[in-house]
């Protein structure tokens, strides 16, 4: 059967290693299956990503011998389309304006830990909201999750090599969907663009399993077809460390000018893998 898998990056460095693992991984399930293969730069935060860093994902993934099957969708130039979205969600009465700053919500937290948004402006009144909005104050928009969950049912996916999974988006809380430097959240970003482009095999990093029930719950209150997934574990470094950009991970491109051959890197995947 033929599929159609995608690679989609954010702009906010080079590549590294780890990069290149999941696209290879991509690229490999959809030549060996005759299908599909995308590309599509995930640029909506536009406080962290870079022109340049854009631009040179192509040329990176090409001096890898990775090619692509369609133009690249760059989700920067697509910010209506998913205004429409969020306009959907709101009319079915499943999102809020929340006026909490992010330091707020930390201090929150116990013991200063991530825990999920505790609600604080879901119950406001339409007087208590306008009256924030005329003051200029700044607002994310959240989805209500005991809502949206109930609207949509149970829900499950198809992890590759595991079968059927139950899935559960309740622990996430009212996860941000946008925000006022941020149009979009990547969660609506990503399950629009999968549905447009007709992505039916999702491959990408282990760390974003847990984010999969986000995913399917948004896909089925927009009616959205549901890919099936193949999370890869992620690449270390000798302390066991995920490779990331913000860790200084090496970048092919560093690779590259020190004399490395696609090949090279290429071994040096096999090695890690």
């Given amino acids: 059967m033929s599929i159609t898998t995608r690679f989609a990056p954010s702009p906010t460095g080079y590549l590294h290693l780890g990069h290149a693992a999941s696209a290879l991984a991509g690229w490999k399930r959809a030549r060996k299956a005759r299908g599909r293969f995308l590309l599509r730069i995930e640029d909506i935060d536009r406080s962290r990503c870079r022109a340049e860093y854009a631009d040179a994902i192509p040329e990176d993934l090409a001096w890898l011998g990775i090619d692509w099957d369609a133009e690249v969708r760059r989700q920067s130039e697509h910010l209506a389309e998913y205004g429409e979205a969020l306009g959907r969600l709101d009319a079915m009465g499943l999102l809020y304006p929340c006026f909490c700053t992010r330091a707020g919500i930390a201090m929150s937290a116990p013991h200063g830990k991530d825990a999920a948004y505790a609600g604080t402006c879901r119950h406001l009144s339409g007087?208590?909201?306008?009256?924030?909005?005329?003051?200029?104050?700044?607002?994310?928009?959240?989805?209500?999750?005991?809502?949206?969950?109930?609207?949509?049912?149970?829900?499950?996916?198809?992890?590759?090599?595991?079968?059927?999974?139950?899935?559960?988006?309740?622990?996430?809380?009212?996860?941000?969907?946008?925000?006022?430097?941020?149009?979009?959240?990547?969660?609506?970003?990503?399950?629009?663009?999968?549905?447009?482009?007709?992505?039916?095999?999702?491959?990408?990093?282990?760390?974003?399993?847990?984010?999969?029930?986000?995913?399917?719950?948004?896909?089925?209150?927009?009616g959205l077809p549901h890919p099936a997934y193949a999370h890869h574990p992620l690449l270390t470094d000798a302390s066991g460390r995920r490779l990331a950009k913000r860790d200084g991970a090496m970048t092919l491109r560093a690779m590259r000018q020190a004399g490395e051959t696609p090949e090279s890197v290429i071994r040096r995947l096999h090695a890690n893998g």
């Fill in 127 to 222: 007087t208590e909201v306008a009256e924030r909005m005329a003051r200029g104050l700044p607002y994310a928009l959240r989805l209500d999750m005991d809502r949206a969950a109930r609207q949509a049912g149970p829900l499950r996916y198809h992890e590759e090599a595991e079968g059927w999974l139950a899935a559960d988006p309740l622990p996430f809380g009212d996860v941000v969907l946008a925000r006022k430097d941020v149009p979009a959240s990547y969660h609506l970003c990503v399950v629009h663009d999968d549905a447009l482009q007709g992505v039916s095999l999702v491959t990408r990093g282990e760390d974003l399993r847990e984010a999969t029930s986000i995913h399917l719950l948004l896909q089925a209150l927009l």
